[in-house]
């Protein structure tokens, strides 16, 4: 069975600056990555996925992630964060064997954007 | 274009009460699925369906019933509400590799 770990549960972060999160997973099987994003009081929402080829795949709001296959990562990165970049982000699984979308979800990292 | 609907966005039951949280989607997406939120514990999911008359459980489906018997409409029973129930649950479909999730239903239980 697949996990995700996501070893930050909470990142601050001054406007403008570079921010990283950090999403590890676990799987006996080759697999599917994304990164979904919850704002305040809203249902989640994709931000960006990785299903094959380039491993290095963007959000059209300038988030970009790295697929890592030795390392077993998906780190989520941002050069120079808004504050309306705040809300709770998700990293998720996938496994690539299963005929279903069945997804597992890490536990979530709160970015806090101070102005 | 609704896209995934849930009702109620709030409740509050108690102990031994029974409800049922609705949810509807409007893509014809075959696969459907809940969620519960808990602090620190990210999305853990409870049953989902990959069609029509087809369900099965997830991480942590005790405490829940599920049918699917229109592709549109997947609700979630509980039948004997508990105070570890309260949570904030999650409708979600699929098509593809992208979910589209519900606002929530905040659910309460004293």
């Known amino acids: 069975a697949q996990s995700v770990t996501q070893l930050d549960s909470q990142v601050p972060v001054f406007e403008e600056a570079p921010v990283e999160l950090r999403c590890n997973y676990s799987?006996?099987?080759?697999?599917?990555l994304f990164w979904y994003v919850q704002y305040p009081n809203q249902g989640l929402q994709l931000l960006l996925k990785?299903?094959?080829?380039?491993?290095l795949v963007e959000s059209i709001n300038g988030f970009e992630a790295e697929f890592n296959k030795s390392q077993t990562s998906f780190h989520l990165r941002k050069p120079s964060v808004h504050i309306s970049d705040t809300a709770e982000y998700f990293c998720?699984?996938?496994?690539?064997?299963?005929?279903?979308?069945?997804?597992?979800f890490g536990p979530g990292t709160s970015l806090s954007v101070i102005p | 274009n609704a896209g995934v609907t849930q009702t109620p966005k709030f409740q509050v039951l108690k102990t031994g009460q029974s409800m049922t949280l609705q949810c509807a989607q409007d893509?014809?997406?075959?696969?459907m699925s809940w969620y519960r939120q808990d602090p620190g514990m990210g999305l853990r999911l409870i049953h989902y369906?990959?069609?029509?008359?087809?369900?099965d459980q997830g991480e942590v489906p005790n405490g829940y019933n599920v049918s699917r018997s229109t592709t549109e409409d997947f609700p979630l029973r509980l039948l004997s509400a508990a105070p570890s129930q309260t949570s904030v649950y999650f409708c979600?479909?699929?098509?593809?590799?992208?979910?589209?999730f519900g606002p929530g239903t905040r659910l309460t239980v004293l």
């Open positions: 979600a479909s699929s098509s593809g590799f992208e979910q589209f």
């Open positions: 799987s006996s099987v080759s697999v599917y």
């Open positions: 990785y299903l094959s080829g380039s491993t």
């Open positions: 998720a699984v996938s496994e690539m064997k299963t005929s279903y979308d069945k997804v597992i």
């Open positions: 893509m014809n997406h075959e696969y």
């Open positions: 369906s990959v069609g029509a008359g087809i369900t």
